[in-house]
């Protein structure tokens, strides 16, 4: 199947951002209403990750998450996307193990904790990979204001495509946004906003 347009993505991400609560892209962040100043992006998830265990936000509490939502079925969006993760931490040498990589699943049906591990291990040992039931998955992506939904062209209750938006979130050790990055941000870039951020950090 060719890749969908990124414009489309947008779109959808801004119409979902309207949606629940009025959201701007800002500066690299994502801010609520005018002068609200508060991030509207994060908060507590329980999920499972892909040796099966139950993890939660709490978890990553004292490091970075750089966090992607996508599925193992994929195409071509969610495996570049974790290929520029990748790039981009090793790119940042020691610097990088300030970082958990996150991986979420937006198909949980399909990507089962056995599934993910497999999937999750062509990209090396740092990621991380977390599914659920449909429920804790929702909950997950509608705190970080991200959009899902199987396309409607599937053949088969197997054989199908999701679209989702694709958007990189950089959340800081106390849990809290810190920015995001597009899709068409390339490795070079991207470990430059880690070190950035990395730098400016407490």
């Not at 300030?98 to 291990?121: C, H, M, N, W």
């Amino acid at each position: 199947m060719p890749r969908r347009p990124v414009l489309i993505f947008a779109a959808l991400v801004l119409l979902l951002a309207a949606g629940l609560g009025g959201f701007a892209f800002m500066g690299g962040s994502l801010h609520g209403p005018q002068g609200a100043g508060t991030a509207l992006v994060g908060g507590p998830f329980s999920l499972l990750d892909q040796d099966g265990k139950r993890v939660t936000e709490k978890d990553f509490r004292g490091k970075y998450m750089l966090v992607f939502f996508g599925y193992t079925y994929c195409p071509d969006v969610c495996p570049t996307e974790l290929q520029v993760m990748m790039a981009a931490l090793d790119q940042l040498g020691p610097q990088a193990d300030r970082i958990q990589p996150v991986f979420v699943s937006i198909d949980p049906a399909r990507d089962t904790p056995e599934v993910l591990k497999a999937y999750v291990g062509n990209f090396g040992p740092r990621l991380m990979g977390l599914t659920g039931t449909p429920g804790e998955v929702a909950a997950m992506a509608k705190a970080y204001r991200v959009f899902y939904a199987r396309a409607s062209n599937g053949s088969s209750s197997t054989d199908y495509l999701m679209d989702h938006s694709s958007i990189i979130y950089l959340m800081g050790p106390d849990g809290s946004f810190v920015r995001h990055m597009a899709y068409t941000t390339d490795a070079q870039k991207l470990a430059a906003d880690l070190k950035e951020a990395l730098r400016t950090s407490p």
